[in-house]
């Protein structure tokens, strides 16, 4: 049984930072590509950030690029998005999702490009 556990949300004030966590059980986590994908209230889900099977390649959107960083640790199982500079528009519930491929792709920005999913942990950025 596959499990992506999240943790590392919470309240933090604009400009603070936050580093997320991915920990992810039932599947060789090293052959995956990895996602986290956010969602605001009564917005739809949106990519945030990709990493491919190794670490060596990551894609962001432009909403959060140059303020959000991931990466993995495969001997831990666990894939991290630290965000720096927050802002209230980061302000969602974020998710982290295995992708159906080890690699990034032109659809690694799709939701249904990805498999599992977590249960999403909470960031709220205040202002």
């Known amino acids: 049984q596959v499990q992506l556990v999240e943790s590392g949300g919470g309240l933090v004030q604009a400009g603070g930072s936050l580093r997320l966590s991915c920990v992810v059980s039932?599947?060789?986590?090293?052959?995956?590509?990895m996602g986290w994908f956010r969602q605001a209230p009564g917005k739809e889900r949106e990519f945030a950030a990709g990493i491919n099977w190794s670490g060596g390649d990551t894609r962001y959107s432009d909403s959060v690029k140059g303020r959000f960083t991931i990466s993995r640790d495969n001997a831990k199982n666990t894939v991290y998005l630290q965000m720096n500079s927050l802002k209230p528009e980061d302000t969602a519930v974020y998710y982290c999702?295995?992708?159906?491929?080890?690699?990034?792709?032109?659809?690694?920005?799709?939701?249904?490009?990805?498999?599992?999913w977590g249960q999403g942990t909470q960031v709220t950025v205040s202002s």
């Open positions: 039932g599947r060789t986590f090293s052959n995956d590509g």
């Open positions: 999702a295995v992708s159906k491929s080890s690699s990034l792709s032109s659809r690694s920005s799709d939701y249904t490009a990805y498999d599992y």
